[in-house]
């Protein structure tokens, strides 16, 4: 059977509290979803060549790590400083997009609208956090059964907000999800931890989640919420996003409530 991860990243607010203000009301998890064999062996390299290509190597001769906030705004001297210049942006995105569409991963992505939610479900005193990184685990667990076995890894972000995820993903695996029974969740997501790794360690699907965890919440926000357009290339990705990667009902073939989840739904 093929071995799966899933690597995960947060974006938006993930936190309880709730305001209007657009940064403060929605939170997100951005999964992407690769058989670990086609990743080493075929995704790892091509990645660490397009980085070459485009930035170059550092003076210790590491690749630079692609950080999607630091190469949206880059600084004059960083490993990014190329991306100011527009031919250069353009190729790099030209060759990003290229990336994108031929590498073999899908995408699940989780949202919420916290002011929506609490109304919905007025005393509630639940986590949003356990709210997004179930219906993750639930979508993996979906995705993995008749396919074979699976882990999941995220970046090191936060001390306090890694240790929830830790307690968060044992807390599955020994009780279940709402929906999956614990003895069925463990009989394709293995091992009982989850991964989580600093950036420093260079790992590529942690970066693709990266680059694409905002793109995708603003697609999801845009769909479920009325949110705002973004920028063009991030639009153009996303519009790809939806046709070929996401997650998907395999009879319907709608990412509904498959590879895009929104709470409330």
Not at 133 to 149: C, D, K, S, W
Request: glycine share 8%.
């Amino acid at each position: 059977m093929a071995r799966f991860r899933m690597f995960i990243d947060d974006t938006g607010c993930v936190r309880d509290e709730a305001t209007n203000h657009p940064q403060r009301r929605y939170g997100g998890i951005v999964a992407v979803i690769f058989d670990i064999e086609y990743l080493r062996e075929f995704f790892e390299p091509g990645f660490d060549k397009l980085r070459e290509k485009h930035f170059g190597r550092k003076a210790d001769g590491n690749l630079p790590i692609l950080h999607l906030r630091k190469m949206k705004n880059p600084s004059e001297h960083g490993p990014f400083a190329c991306l100011k210049d527009a031919e250069k942006r353009e190729a790099w995105e030209r060759d990003c997009m290229s990336m994108y569409r031929r590498a073999q991963y899908s995408v699940v992505a989780v949202g919420i609208d916290k002011v929506a939610f609490y109304a919905q479900h007025v005393g509630w005193q639940g986590s949003i956090y356990e709210i997004l990184v179930g219906n993750a685990i639930e979508r993996f667990f979906y995705f993995l059964r008749g396919r074979g076995t699976g882990d999941v890894m995220a970046e090191a972000t936060n001390s306090q907000l890694d240790q929830h995820l830790k307690g968060l993903y044992s807390k599955f695996w020994e009780s279940g999800a709402d929906h999956i029974s614990a003895e069925n969740l463990r009989s394709v997501l293995s091992p009982k931890e989850i991964k989580i790794k600093p950036k420093s360690q260079d790992i590529a699907g942690l970066q693709l989640a990266d680059l694409l965890a905002s793109t995708c919440f603003s697609h999801c926000k845009k769909i479920y919420a009325d949110g705002p357009s973004y920028d063009p290339f991030a639009m153009s990705v996303a519009e790809m996003i939806e046709r070929e990667k996401f997650y998907r009902n395999p009879a319907t073939h709608d990412p509904h409530g498959y590879g895009r989840v929104w709470r409330p739904s």
